[in-house]
């Protein structure tokens, strides 16, 4: 069963907000009033769409909050399911519609890379760069590679959908010549069991953590994206796409399979 556990917030968040990721298997709502969060978690994708709003109205009658009391709502807007991304989208409008507050729309692998972030400061840890890499589906990833600066993770350039065979790592790694012994490198994702045997060996200094986007990653993000102006009307709620097609044919699905036995039956 899905457990609502109020928390005090571990890096404080400035401002009232309302924030949900349904871009995953997992659903993920977060409030905060500028002191404290109140979070949940549940079934996300297509099983969200009959849960989610009664567990945003439940937890914001936990933190005693109404939403036009709030500075505006942070939603997950992928890349991700995508049904779990028609459903956010939708949700997030319809309330902010009602409420009279904007939205802000945060990619799913700079919450991903945030988590990851605040996870590996928790041990003392300090990756120079971040690689976010969820599950796509089809025999794919969604990669994005994140740099931290100040605290903050920047996007070195923006989400691709590649092969677990095809991740590169060249982005991150220092130029030739440079020494680079004492970086540490993260990759942080839910990709790590799916593709066990089809991810490329990781270089020296690389590590990596299991982790998805979730609520407490997009609370503290939030203040930051306000601030910066990424606060829109809520007729604006929209997802983000990388992939077109959200399915594959039968054909399609058996010339997948027929590729995938041929590269592992290749010689290394």
């Given at each position: 069963m899905p457990t609502t556990v109020?928390?005090?917030?571990?890096?404080?968040?400035?401002?009232?907000?309302?924030?949900?990721?349904?871009?995953?298997?997992?659903?993920?709502?977060?409030?905060?009033?500028g002191a404290q969060q109140w979070l949940h978690e549940g079934a996300g994708g297509p099983?969200?769409?009959?849960?989610?709003?009664?567990?945003?109205?439940?937890?914001?009658?936990?933190?005693?909050?109404?939403?036009?009391?709030?500075?505006?709502?942070?939603?997950?807007?992928?890349?991700?399911?995508?049904?779990?991304?028609?459903?956010?989208?939708?949700?997030?409008?319809?309330?902010?519609?009602?409420?009279?507050?904007?939205?802000?729309?945060?990619?799913s692998l700079l919450a991903l890379a945030e988590e990851a972030r605040f996870q590996w400061a928790l041990e003392n840890a300090w990756p120079q760069t971040i690689t976010a890499l969820l599950d796509a589906r089809m025999d794919e990833m969604y990669v994005q590679h994140f740099r931290l600066n100040d605290g903050a993770c920047h996007a070195l350039a923006p989400c691709v959908l590649v092969r677990p065979e095809a991740l590169q790592l060249s982005t991150v790694l220092p130029?030739?010549?440079?020494?680079?012994?004492e970086?540490?490198?993260?990759?942080?994702?839910?990709?790590?069991?799916?593709?066990?045997t089809r991810l490329p060996a990781l270089p020296a200094g690389f590590t990596r953590l299991t982790a998805l986007p979730g609520a407490a990653a997009m609370l503290r993000l939030a203040p930051a994206l306000l601030?910066?102006?990424?606060?829109?009307?809520?007729?604006?709620a929209l997802p983000l796409y990388i992939r077109d097609k959200v399915a594959?044919?039968?054909?399609?699905?058996?010339?997948?399979?027929?590729?995938?036995?041929?590269e592992r039956s290749e010689p290394s």
């Open positions: 109020p928390s005090s917030a571990l890096t404080p968040t400035t401002g009232r907000f309302l924030a949900f990721d349904t871009s995953t298997d997992r659903m993920s709502i977060g409030v905060s009033d099983l969200s769409s009959a849960t989610l709003i009664p567990a945003i109205l439940q937890l914001l009658a936990d933190a005693g909050l109404r939403l036009d009391q709030l500075d505006a709502i942070a939603f997950g807007r992928g890349p991700g399911s995508f049904t779990g991304l028609r459903t956010a989208c939708a949700v997030a409008q319809g309330l902010a519609l009602g409420a009279g507050v904007p939205v802000l729309p945060v990619d130029a030739a010549g440079e020494t680079d012994s970086t540490m490198h993260g990759l942080a994702g839910n990709v790590f069991e799916v593709y066990a601030a910066a102006g990424a606060a829109l009307d809520a007729s604006q594959l044919t039968t054909d399609e699905r058996a010339e997948v399979k027929r590729q995938t036995l041929l």
